[in-house]
């Protein structure tokens, strides 16, 4: 009846769904080293400057509140701070600093507040077209905030599953077992305990376990990427009321110069400055750049001076992944309504449509939602809406004749 389709790779103010550890002598290290400041005035904070919650949207909040920490340790009283980006990691900067009696200019490329946090509707359900979950409620900084709006939460079990194949699954396991025993895990890839030539469902398997969790294909991921981040107890949440909520919260009243796209920033132990595509410069004692990495490897921003060496290496080694979804809306349930996930291998493309969220239990509607990771949301991320829509029907029909 309805669709609604991402495509992060061709946003601008995107370029990826999120980070992940690409192989590299930096290992984890890459984070870290993009994450510290550079001349005492430019700071960075962002998913990938996480490096206890990588690729997460409480990754990034917790970013932006070390990034205000840093500032509150170093600066004057009252300095006038810019912040590039208002996502969680920008607005979560930016209310500490305004709290704390900074002044505060937000700059937002796009023409809404979110940044990857993007709730739209569809048959009334709240349809994240970015972060989707709260990965780890307990004792979870988006947790904190979550209860601040009151708003309810779904507990999403991925054991309530129908469509899996557990032969694949433990094929896949046993080569995993593999990955403990590598040597250097930071230059090595999670293809390379794996068969040369693997069978079709195992393909599958890897499509679900890696492209559609990491947002990258076992050859582009290096194996500490599988270990990184803390381990979160309590269970994933989604979210009834919708993520924007939660943006909503973070922000209060701070104002947001929104469609204002930066595409300099100067910066030397004095102070800094941005520069917008209006050709306005915006003088302060600091900015804060919170854009994707996808952004910042695309090179769309000029820094001058260019970003030391280790920086720069820190942004190579990082890879900017890619998930996009699918939301179709339908009359009626044709799916077991009991499930929260519907998985689905399909023998003749292994890898795409292999995952699906059901709409019907956690929200009451007749609502899919599919996704597609790594080398399959790129080949789908050109394709007209037409294409992609009559990609995902094709297997719905096949998986459910």
Not at 43 to 72: K, M, N, V
Not at 78 to 91: D, S
Not at 217 to 238: I, M, N, Q, Y
Not at 343 to 351: A, K, M, Q, S, T
Request: glycine share 10%; aromatic share 8%; charged share 25%.
């Amino acid at each position: 009846m309805a669709f609604l389709r991402t495509s992060w790779s061709t946003d601008p103010f995107a370029r990826c769904s999120y980070s992940y550890l690409a192989p590299s002598p930096l290992g984890s290290r890459a984070r870290t080293l993009l994450a510290a400041p550079v001349a005492g005035r430019l700071h960075f904070a962002g998913e990938a400057t996480s490096s206890g919650a990588p690729s997460t949207a409480h990754g990034a909040l917790e970013s932006g509140h070390r990034a205000s920490s840093e500032i509150i340790d170093n600066a004057e009283a009252g300095e006038h701070v810019v912040v590039v980006g208002a996502g969680f990691a920008g607005l979560g900067c930016a209310r500490v600093l305004a709290d704390e009696g900074f002044k505060v200019t937000i700059l937002e490329g796009r023409a809404r507040v979110g940044g990857r946090i993007w709730t739209r509707q569809l048959a009334g359900v709240p349809a994240e077209m970015g972060a989707s979950w709260i990965h780890g409620s307990k004792g979870n900084a988006m947790t904190k905030v979550l209860k601040e709006t009151g708003d309810p939460s779904y507990t999403f079990d991925y054991d309530s599953s129908t469509g899996g194949d557990e032969g694949a699954e433990e094929e896949l396991a046993r080569y995993e077992k593999r990955l403990e025993d590598i040597e250097d895990p930071d230059t090595a890839t999670v293809a390379s305990v794996m068969p040369r030539r693997p069978s079709t469902a195992l393909r599958n398997a890897l499509a679900i376990n890696y492209a559609c969790e990491y947002a990258a294909e076992p050859h582009h991921l290096s194996v500490t990427a599988t270990f990184e981040g803390r381990d979160f107890k309590g269970p994933d949440l989604l979210l009834p009321g919708g993520y924007n909520r939660l943006i909503a919260t973070v922000r209060g009243k701070l104002p947001v110069r929104t469609q204002e796209v930066v595409t300099g920033v100067r910066y030397d132990t004095g102070g800094a400055s941005v520069t917008l595509e209006s050709g306005e410069t915006i003088d302060a004692d600091r900015v804060v750049v919170t854009v994707p990495i996808g952004v910042l490897k695309a090179g769309t921003i000029n820094f001058e001076p260019a970003l030391p060496a280790t920086k720069q290496e820190a942004i190579t080694a990082l890879g900017a992944g890619l998930l996009d979804k699918l939301w179709l809306e339908f009359p009626e349930a044709f799916w077991d309504p009991e499930a929260d996930v519907i998985e689905w291998y399909d023998r003749r493309n292994p890898g795409q449509w292999p995952w699906w969220v059901n709409g019907y239990k956690a929200f009451g509607k007749p609502v899919l939602l599919g996704l597609n990771g790594g080398d399959h949301a790129r080949a789908l991320a050109q394709a007209s809406d037409d294409d992609v829509v009559d990609s995902a029907m094709t297997a719905l029909r096949r998986m459910h004749a």
